[in-house]
């Protein structure tokens, strides 16, 4: 059985070789989606919304630097949402798309959010899941107290 997707690598503008998931067909009637993922997550989070969404829209689910198939940066500090705004970008140029309707998760929606500050004509739409206009310190605490901590699961399932 062949994948309802197809890979797409592509470069950052610091020289990263990076990855995304694109469903759909280049020609969809519907203007682009790109569903970005949160902090410890990847482009396979969006896998049954992306084939649901792709009779009528393309889309695109990255991989941000250093999850998924992406690499992994040599500096701490390039991680990011200002570099993974830039990766989206980078993204949006290499596939084509220079206007979409973005779905953010967590991190995902920080990264949205600054795309509409930074770029705001990219934006057709914006759907954000999980994050809003405010950070709470406890859920900043929450996150670092799992970040690089956790097993690995055995199984995907």
Same mark, same amino acid.
């Given at each position: 059985?062949?994948?309802?997707?197809?890979?797409?690598?592509?470069?950052?503008?610091? &020289?990263?070789? *990076?990855?995304?998931?694109?469903?759909?067909?280049?020609?969809? %009637?519907?203007?682009?989606?790109?569903?970005? %993922? &949160?902090?410890?997550? $990847? #482009? !396979?989070?969006?896998?049954? *919304?992306?084939?649901? @969404?792709?009779?009528?829209?393309?889309?695109?689910? %990255?991989?941000? !630097?250093? !999850?998924?198939?992406?690499?992994?940066?040599? $500096?701490? #500090?390039?991680?990011?949402?200002?570099?993974?705004?830039?990766?989206?970008?980078?993204?949006?140029?290499?596939?084509?798309? =220079?206007?979409? /309707?973005? /779905? =953010?998760? #967590?991190? =995902? =929606?920080?990264?949205?959010?600054? @795309?509409? +500050?930074?770029?705001? $004509?990219? /934006?057709? +739409?914006?759907?954000? $899941?999980?994050?809003?206009?405010?950070?709470?310190?406890?859920? /900043?605490?929450?996150?670092?107290?799992?970040?690089? *901590?956790?097993? %690995?699961?055995?199984?995907?399932?």
């Amino acid at each position: 059985m062949t994948a309802p997707y197809q890979d797409i690598f592509y470069t950052s503008q610091d &020289g990263l070789k *990076l990855y995304a998931r694109d469903y759909g067909d280049r020609a969809s %009637p519907g203007t682009p989606v790109i569903c970005l %993922p &949160g902090l410890t997550r $990847n #482009s !396979r989070d969006f896998d049954t *919304l992306a084939e649901h @969404l792709a009779d009528r829209h393309r889309v695109l689910c %990255p991989d941000f !630097r250093g !999850r998924g198939l992406s690499a992994w940066c040599d $500096n701490w #500090s390039d991680y990011t949402p200002v570099h993974e705004m830039m990766d989206t970008l980078d993204l949006m140029g290499a596939a084509g798309v =220079g206007q979409g /309707i973005f /779905i =953010g998760t #967590s991190r =995902g =929606g920080l990264v949205t959010m600054a @795309l509409a +500050a930074f770029r705001p $004509n990219v /934006i057709k +739409a914006a759907i954000l $899941n999980d994050i809003g206009p405010e950070v709470d310190k406890r859920g /900043i605490e929450r996150i670092a107290g799992y970040v690089g *901590l956790m097993e %690995p699961p055995a199984t995907w399932d």
